[in-house]
């Protein structure tokens, strides 16, 4: 198939996004609202799905606020479900939905380490079981991207469960591609590793911490961990700005889809290196996001 652009392939498809209410889930919503998508907005966080669905339907194309927690495999199939019976088959599946938490591994709450889990890696498991078996019943062309992280090919001190998180979703969707090409559905069901680098969102300010009533918990770490990382997103990218990249690099063809090629392409190589010289993690200061390397 000859491509030409992202919105030739994803034209008046139906595009499932979970995650959609806020940061770069949102910049995909209205980037597949633009290109002329009906667009399913699932989040936990229904008031923001619903504000974001009357922003676009001023717009022309059909959005839909769907709430739904990832966490929760019955919910997923439900929205799976519900979106094949009531919008048809889905072109563009993208399990998005996730959250942070700083602090020392040690002082992590065990309800804040499975947050993280359940949300990141559990939700994007959810996601590929309930739409999957739907996508391989349909003959055209669909699409799945899993987002992952710079996070997901970096080691970063008191950002531990974030970080394990993300390492997973990439590993994961490596497996999924392979399986799909195993299964013989390679050739309409692409799936793609989305690696996004400093993105504008809410993701710090929400983040987990660590429990002040705990004893000899370093709160102060944690809190630190978080100024620094509101400090990046000061200088991060444009979500809408990160959602063009996405697309017509998926249009591309690529697998790994980076919203700043060179800034996340060089932690990637970092990371090679890393793995090739077997060099132990190294402590130093905090990767920074440089906009002209976008």
Same mark, same amino acid.
């Given at each position: ?5 992202a919105?030739?392939?994803?034209e !008046? $498809? #139906? *595009?499932?996004?979970?995650?959609a209410g806020a940061?770069?889930?949102?910049g995909? &919503?209205?980037y +597949?609202h ?5 667009t ?12 974001l669905?009357?922003?676009l339907?001023?717009?022309g ?5 769907e709430?739904?927690?990832v966490r ?7 929205l799976?479900?519900?979106?094949y ?5 889905v ?5 998005n939905?996730?959250v942070?938490?700083f602090?020392y591994?040690?002082d992590?709450?065990?309800?804040n ?7 990141n890696?559990?939700?994007?498991f ?9 996508m391989m ?6 699409w799945?991207w899993?987002?992952?992280s710079? !996070? $997901? #090919? *970096?080691a970063v001190?008191?950002q531990?469960p974030?970080i394990?998180s993300?390492h &997973?979703?990439? +590993?994961?969707t ?12 390679a050739?309409?069901?692409h ?12 993701i ?6 660590v ?8 709160v ?15 200088e ?22 980076l ?5 996340v ?10 793995l ?14 440089d906009?002209a390397?976008?």
């Amino acid at each position: 198939m000859t491509v030409t652009s992202a919105r030739e392939l994803f034209e !008046g $498809g #139906v *595009a499932v996004i979970t995650g959609a209410g806020a940061g770069i889930g949102a910049g995909l &919503a209205r980037y +597949a609202h633009r290109l002329g998508m009906t667009t399913v907005l699932a989040d936990i966080d229904k008031a923001a799905v619903e504000s974001l669905r009357d922003e676009l339907d001023d717009t022309g194309a059909t959005a839909v606020a769907e709430h739904c927690d990832v966490r929760d495999p019955d919910a997923v199939a439900a929205l799976a479900e519900h979106v094949y019976h009531d919008r048809g088959p889905v072109r563009l599946l993208v399990n998005n939905a996730g959250v942070e938490q700083f602090g020392y591994l040690w002082d992590t709450p065990i309800a804040n380490w499975n947050r993280v889990m359940d949300v990141n890696v559990s939700g994007v498991f959810h996601g590929v079981r309930a739409f999957l078996p739907r996508m391989m019943a349909h003959d055209s062309p669909t699409w799945v991207w899993n987002l992952s992280s710079i !996070g $997901g #090919v *970096a080691a970063v001190p008191l950002q531990a469960p974030y970080i394990i998180s993300k390492h &997973a979703v990439l +590993a994961l969707t490596e497996c999924l591609r392979m399986e799909v090409e195993l299964s013989g559905h390679a050739h309409r069901i692409h799936v793609h590793a989305v690696l996004p680098g400093a993105v504008k969102s809410n993701i710090f300010e929400a983040a987990g911490g660590v429990d002040a009533g705990e004893a000899n918990a370093d709160v102060g770490a944690a809190e630190s961990q978080r100024a620094a990382m509101l400090d990046i997103k000061a200088e991060a990218m444009d979500p809408l700005a990160a959602a063009q990249v996405i697309f017509d690099q998926s249009a591309q063809g690529r697998f790994y889809l980076l919203t700043q090629p060179e800034y996340v392409g060089s932690a990637m190589a970092e990371r090679a290196q890393v793995l090739t010289t077997q060099v132990p993690p190294q402590l130093r200061t905090q990767r920074r996001f440089d906009p002209a390397r976008q």
